[in-house]
Nanobody, 125 residues
Framework: QVQLVESGGGSVQAGGSLRLSCTAS????????MTWFRQAPGKEREGVAC??????LYSDSVKGRFTISRDNAENTVALQMNSLKPEDTAMYYC????????????????????WGQGTQVTVSS
């Protein structure tokens, strides 16, 4: 069974930066299709950054501020978050797909079989 463990969350002031990491172990998953989602209180889970089979894809809300990357040797996917805003406050989850995905699926929750427990990010104004 695939296990995903997130780390790196915390509290930061607006304009600051955080780097999240997701380490995968066990089972079989597609390393090219791993994605970061987030969920704020009272809101639906939102896909924000995907490795996209080699071409990273970002939601409009984070484009230009967040960068997703992969460290193959460490089975780790990172999310560098810069210029953070209070509206970025959420629980951030790492997800992995078992298979390759079509472009329309990349930021869709239903496309991912494996999920981490999440790491909290809080941005204060």
């Amino acid at each position: 069974q695939v296990q995903l463990v997130e780390s790196g969350g915390g509290s930061v002031q607006a304009g600051g930066s955080l780097r999240l990491s997701c380490t995968a172990s066990g089972g079989t998953y597609n390393r090219n299709y791993m994605t970061w989602f987030r969920q704020a209180p009272g809101k639906e889970r939102e896909g924000v950054a995907c490795l996209g089979g080699g071409i990273p894809l970002y939601s409009d809300s984070v484009k230009g501020r967040f960068t997703i990357s992969r460290d193959n040797a460490e089975n780790t996917v990172a999310l560098q978050m810069n210029s953070l805003k209070p509206e970025d406050t959420a629980m951030y989850y790492c997800a992995a797909s078992r298979y390759g995905l079509a472009s329309g699926q990349l930021l869709r929750e239903y496309a991912y079989a494996y999920w981490g427990q999440g790491t909290q990010v809080t941005v204060s104004s």
